[in-house]
């Protein structure tokens, strides 16, 4: 199963080292020194690390081959993939890789069905669940456990908790756009951010 771990930033000096945007609760399992790495474009890869180290608290990379500054610049916005075992687990058992919670049915404390997740955004703040709801709107769940109260693999679910207001307002922004009311029983968005959704 392919993951993303990272994308590339701009070079750093001029001798081939990147930034990169960190994309994945395990960098020294990802990114470390000898990992090689498919990309997003094709073409551009694959990539294998040769040094990293944190700089002004941010994570830079050398590849093989890169030695100069224009090298390095040609990589940037280029997407870093690693190739990871399905059945593998984060060592934390609070976290999850993304391939976990895709699919997951979305319900609150008092069991309202939210919707499911499609997707999940790798934010520089928080992670959001991307939430297609039975009308097919979709509604966005920062994952961060004040919210998401309990992430049940067996069960395939996501139970959330969300702020009084929440779904209401998302239900009236959602009726707004698809220029039609919105059903009583359609009200039913969460917002859960947690920081803790694994290798994208």
Same mark, same amino acid.
Request: proline share 6%; no cysteine.
């Given at each position: %199963? &392919?993951l ?6 701009r070079?750093?000096? #001029?001798?081939?080292? +990147? ?7 395990? $960098?020294e399992?990802r *990114? ?5 790495? @498919? ?16 700089h ?10 890169v ?11 280029? #997407? *870093? ?18 391939? &976990? *919670? %895709?699919?997951?049915? +979305? ?16 934010? $520089?703040? &928080? ?11 979709? +509604? %966005? ?6 919210? +998401?109260?309990?992430i049940?693999?067996?069960? &395939?679910?996501?139970?959330?908790? $969300?702020?009084?207001? *929440? ?17 009583n029983?359609e ?9 803790? @959704?694994?290798?994208?």
């Amino acid at each position: %199963m &392919q993951l993303v771990v990272a994308r590339i930033g701009r070079a750093h000096g #001029i001798k081939g080292e +990147v930034t990169v945007e960190v994309r994945t609760d395990e $960098p020294e399992l990802r *990114l470390g020194p000898g990992a090689v790495l @498919a990309t997003d474009p094709a073409s551009t890869g694959p990539l294998t690390i040769e040094t990293g180290r944190v700089h002004s608290g941010r994570l830079l990379l050398r590849f093989e081959g890169v030695r100069d500054r224009t090298a390095a610049e040609a990589l940037r916005n280029t #997407i *870093l993939i690693a190739e990871v075992d399905p059945d593998e687990l984060p060592e934390d058992e609070d976290e999850f890789y993304d391939h &976990q *919670l %895709m699919d997951l049915d +979305v319900v609150t404390t008092d069991g309202v069905e939210v919707g499911r997740i499609t997707e999940i955004s790798h934010l $520089p703040s &928080q992670d959001l669940f991307i939430v297609e709801r039975p009308d097919g709107s979709e +509604v %966005m769940i920062p994952f961060v456990e004040e919210i +998401v109260t309990e992430i049940d693999l067996e069960e &395939q679910r996501a139970i959330i908790d $969300p702020p009084p207001g *929440l779904i209401d307002d998302r239900a009236e922004i959602v009726s707004t756009r698809d220029d039609g009311p919105a059903e009583n029983g359609e009200a039913d968005d969460g917002k859960a951010e947690n920081g803790k @959704a694994g290798d994208s």
